[in-house]
Nanobody, 124 residues
Framework: QVQLVESGGGLVQAGGSLGLSCAASGRAFSSYTMAWFRQAPGKEREFVAGISWRRNTYYADSVEGRFTISRDNAKNTVYLQMNSLMPEDAAVYYC??????????????????WGQGTQVTVSS
């Protein structure tokens, strides 16, 4: 069983930056594909960014160039640095783990472990 705990959410002005962290339990973290998803009220959960165990990164078009995902396997932690935030980035952000280590997993169905979510609010 893997537990994921997100932190770092909060309120930021449009154009500002915010960093999220996700700490994972378990010894196999380095073999997992990790990702961030988000869900705004009344909308479906959507993929934001992913990073494979090889550290290949991939992003949703809406955040490409503004967000950066990274991981520290020694700390069992994945990060999401968010810059140039816009009001439409406001959502609950979820950390997710794909224990099969799929190189590119965009669908929430491919992830078997989830954090509880952290709220990101962007004021205009």
């Amino acid at each position: 069983q893997v537990q994921l705990v997100e932190s770092g959410g909060g309120l930021v002005q449009a154009g500002g930056s915010l960093g999220l962290s996700c700490a994972a339990s378990g010894r196999a973290f380095s073999s997992y594909t990790m990702a961030w998803f988000r869900q705004a009220p009344g909308k479906e959960r959507e993929f934001v960014a992913g990073i494979s165990w090889r550290r290949n990164t991939y992003y949703a078009d809406s955040v490409e160039g503004r967000f950066t995902i990274s991981r520290d396997n020694a700390k069992n932690t994945v990060y999401l640095q968010m810059n140039s935030l816009m009001p439409e980035d406001a959502a609950v952000y979820y950390c997710a783990a794909d224990s099969r280590g799929t190189v590119r997993s965009y669908s929430y169905r491919e992830y078997d472990y989830w954090g509880q979510g952290t709220q990101v609010t962007v004021s205009s």
